[in-house]
């Protein structure tokens, strides 16, 4: 199976900046997509910002020009670099993945716990 660790989460004020990790760690075979995630209680999860295997990127409009997501392929690890933070990013961030464990197995969708940001105003 394949485990994902989020770390990086905080509370921080407006205008701010923090940076998310997300390492996948286990029986990993190959990983084609990583993305990040969020949810506010009462709201559906919703897609932040996403990265391939191979670079592509992709990004919410409400997000566009403030963060960046990045992806260490040798260490299976995500990263989303939040700059200009408003207090309505406040959310739990999950990071997900879609990988297989074998190559002849299928692809799966895997997700990490979350981390809470809170933007102050």
């Known amino acids: 199976q394949v485990q994902l660790v989020e770390s990086g989460g905080g509370l921080v004020q407006a205008g701010g900046s923090l940076r998310l990790s997300c390492a996948a760690s286990?029986?990993?075979?190959?990983?084609?997509?990583m993305s990040w995630y969020r949810q506010t209680p009462g709201k559906q999860r919703e897609l932040v910002a996403s990265?391939?295997?191979?670079?592509?990127?992709g990004y919410a409009d409400s997000v566009k020009g403030r963060f960046t997501v990045s992806r260490d392929n040798a260490k299976n690890t995500v990263y989303l670099q939040m700059d200009s933070l408003k207090p309505e990013d406040t959310a739990v961030y999950y990071c997900?993945?879609?990988?297989?464990?074998?190559?002849?197995?299928?692809?799966?969708?895997?997700w990490g716990r979350g981390t809470q940001v809170t933007v102050s105003s």
């Open positions: 990265t391939t295997s191979a670079g592509t990127t």
């Open positions: 997900y993945a879609r990988g297989k464990v074998s190559m002849t197995t299928g692809w799966n969708d895997y």
């Open positions: 286990g029986s990993i075979f190959s990983i084609i997509v």
